[in-house]
Nanobody, 124 residues
Framework: QVQLVESGGGLVQAGGSLRLSCTAS????????MGWFRQAPGKEREFVAT????????YYADSVKGRFTISRDNAKNTVYLQMNSLKPEDTAVYYC?????????????????WGQGTQVTVSS
């Protein structure tokens, strides 16, 4: 069974940067689109970014566009989220997830395997 393991979260001051990583087990990593979501306390899980199976296309939530970059290294079964110019409102638990298709998706229900999450806290 495929498992996703995130790392790279932590505490950072506003304006700082973090890079999240998500490594998947299994052999067919490049078949699936991957996504990053986040969930702040008391809020629903929301889409952040997604990338096609071959890394050729990416899509972002408007709230992170221009600040966050999603990428993947299929040789390492790993997807990344580079987060720059962080704001206090970016504070949340960040989850990576595997989509049900090769093509990028933005809905929570379009993903079937989730990591355990990693906390990102941005102080003002």
């Amino acid at each position: 069974q495929v498992q996703l393991v995130e790392s790279g979260g932590g505490l950072v001051q506003a304006g700082g940067s973090l890079r999240l990583s998500c490594t998947a087990s299994g052999r067919t990593f490049s078949i699936w689109a991957m996504g990053w979501f986040r969930q702040a306390p008391g809020k629903e899980r929301e889409f952040v970014a997604t990338i096609t199976g071959n890394g050729g296309s990416t899509y972002y939530a408007d709230s992170v566009k221009g600040r966050f970059t999603i990428s993947r290294d299929n040789a390492k079964n790993t997807v990344y989220l580079q987060m720059n110019s962080l704001k206090p409102e970016d504070t949340a638990v960040y989850y990576c997830a595997r989509a049900r298709t090769f093509y990028p998706k933005m809905g929570v229900r379009d993903y079937d395997i989730w990591g355990q999450g990693t906390q990102v806290t941005v102080s003002s």
